[in-house]
């Protein structure tokens, strides 16, 4: 169809709505530049431009520039008068169309439009796209009630996937600003990309709307529940003349709970006090909850732990793929504990990237034991109160996490995980790392107060477990306490065993698929790892799989298909296109280019560095994700190419005449900025050469004023990375080599370690003419 243009179309705008084609809608038209328009439009053919205002607020509009430039023409089907000198407009939007000539705004605005027409509907990765939007729209449709049955219907029935974005733009409850993008993008792919992001938003928004109604509503029934049925039990009392039951009751409950006796003897106390209130008063409420909390709480009540050694090895390597190393220290510790009984045992920290199996690793070893087992994460924990309780005369006052967590245990001697120990913070609101390390500490942790229980609570049974991602803002003293296990990240392979050893069969139980009714093969299982993951741990391979089987659970449960195979060709169908293309961080050989390598707080991960020299007047520029090591790294490189250059063949004036500009693309800062130093001088040197840097290689060490090269850490992750990305060559510093023993051997066999001392060899090794 040729592409339709209209001139001197008069221009309804729009406040806070965005009209699409392919639905109708009404819009009550007060303004006197909208009455206008109508008229002029019903004058004619009825044709109108709807355009949404920038500022919805905005009652006047005096220019184009108030209005976006794309809007919806439409024709108007209906008018009806409402009271006053308002009219209801009803619309059936037509096409998109941009407006190619502004007229002058005054009591009327027109202007000439032209229409966007959408580009190759036909393509595959569109319908890849559309098959998407399509499948997670009716999810969304068969949970909420927010799209009408009308809406669900007609986008169920849609088949274009142009038409498709327009009616699901038009129902979905988004903002001005997401609707007019999707009006305004040109080709349907984009369009369709995003509609996907938003549709995956909204769904993550329903499913925690459905999780936190859940919660409310159990809340309130469990609340009215017990008040009703306390209130009935003391009328069936008051009846039977037995008053003083409630008290009996609780009296009985704490004499046979097998509290210490400091505790019994509060417990009675508090109760003594309770039974002269009246019930109706709020403090009789805040005693009856904290005896309540005095007798959930489990002061006798413990766990056997199972002693067999072997029974534990075997839980062990039934959980976890490979982590040998991990998992021997893990069994050397439980023997330990065996014979000590958990007396001033260190606390285990197990340290990596998210997603290496800390928390599953800590999972274990409960199960190992046959304890119970607690999580409190730390994250962004500021407030001692959190771990250590308000006193009970603050008002909705509860006992801090530690006393939450032993609660819902049920044991006193859980194993209790205390999650990203790394991220505690503290502020005015006291210090929660001390608080922690009274928790941890066996001298003071068996008379551990809370400030809402007031009485000590005895925490010398429990075996706690920490993770953290890294162990630079661990406060010190609970270092001490702490026996550090590094985790580190995955290689492909043993990534690819996980997915099909745990993951996949996991995922597939929860979204309800029966075993054997889905395969992922090998090489898709690859193709998720390489392209839709980047990571050192395996967490967003879990996310991925569990996308895919969310899928195929509705696939299967619609009869359509019986048994469902994915295949690398059909992941892209299935979770969209790939996000990460492994060939992306190399290229070809650059000039002022080189692959460093970094360690950060989610891995290793490759850096790559760029320098431009131009002519200028000698200044350095530094953009991009430097920090100030890093900075201080990049001037000791540019002062020894500048000393030795010479050598270089630069000439000495070369550099009172050049700018030279280093930027750090993207990628996590790095935990460690001067290992950054030899990639930096890599880079500058072939940019003040003009000599190109080998792609196929990549490094990583700390340069010194003289031009050594200084060792570095994180030398297992980084080589994982380069891996990942698929370098050959790898630069280390030649006092790292002890760490090569511990790189996995599959690794070891796939790159070239080149150890060095001086960055000489670097520039000879890395730069292709040197
Ligand atoms: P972390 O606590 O380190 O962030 P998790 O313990 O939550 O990581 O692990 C993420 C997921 O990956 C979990 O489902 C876990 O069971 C799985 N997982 C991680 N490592 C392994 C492994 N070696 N073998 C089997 N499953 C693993």
Known sequence: MPKRTLN???????????????????????????????????????????????????????????????GTVCRIRQISRLPGSTIRLTVEGLFRAIIVREGIVGEIACCDVAEIVPDN?????????????KDIMSDICQGESRISKEAAAALDRCSDPDEFVNIAAANLKIGVVPKQELLEKERVIDRLKQLDKILNDELEIMRLERKINALVRQNIDKNQKEYYLRE??????????????????????????????????????????????QTSSPDYNVLRMYLDWLLDLPWSETTEDNKDLDAAVKILNEDHYGLEKIKERVTEYLAVHRITGGLNAPI?????PPGVGKTSIATSIARCLGRKFVRMSLGGVKDESEIRGHRKTYIGAMPGRIIAGIKNAGTSNPVFLLDEIDKLSSDLRGDPASALL????????????????????????????????????????????????????????????????????????LNGIEEGKLVITDDALDEIINGYTMEAGVRNLERSIDSICRKAAVKLASGKVKKMRVTARTVEGLLGARRFDRDSFIQKDEVGAATGLAWTAVGGTTLTIEVSAMHGKGEVLLTGKLGDVMKESARAAISYIRSNSEEYGIDQNAFETTDIHIHVPEGATPKDGPSAGITMATAILSAFTGKPVRSSVAMTGEITLRGKVLPIGGLKEKALAAYRVGVTDVIIPADNKKDLEEIPKSVRERLNFIPVTEVDTVFKTAIIGI
């Open 438 to 509: 009274e928790v941890l500490d066996p001298a003071q942790n068996s008379t551990f107060r809370d400030r809402y229980l007031e009485v000590p609570y005895d925490l010398s049974k429990v075996l706690f477990i920490t993770t953290a991602n890294g162990l630079d803002t661990i406060p010190r003293p609970l270092l001490d306490r702490m026996e550090i296990i590094e985790i580190n990240g995955y290689t492909q392979e043993e990534k690819r065993e996980i997915a099909k050893r745990y993951l996949v069969s996991k995922r597939a139980k």
């Open 348 to 352: 285990l920290c197990f340290v990596g």
């Open 8 to 70: 001197d179309i008069p221009v309804l705008p729009l406040r806070g709505r965005v009209m699409f084609p392919g639905t109708n809608a009404s819009v009550d038209v007060g303004r006197l530049i909208s009455l206008n328009a109508v008229k002029k439009a019903t004058d004619g053919d009825s044709y109108i431009l709807l355009v949404a205002q920038r500022d919805a607020e905005k009652e006047q509009v005096d220019s184009f520039g108030e209005l976006y430039a794309v």
């Open 121 to 133: 509907r036909d393509d595959e990765l569109v319908e890849a796209y559309f098959r998407t939007a």
């Open 232 to 277: 009935q039990l003391r009328a069936i009392h008051t009846e039977l003349g037995d008053d003083e039951s409630e008290k009996e009751e609780l009296e009985r409950k704490i004499n046979e709970k097998g509290m210490p006796e400091e505790v019994r003897e509060k417990a009675l106390k508090e109760l003594s006090r309770m039974d002269k209130m």
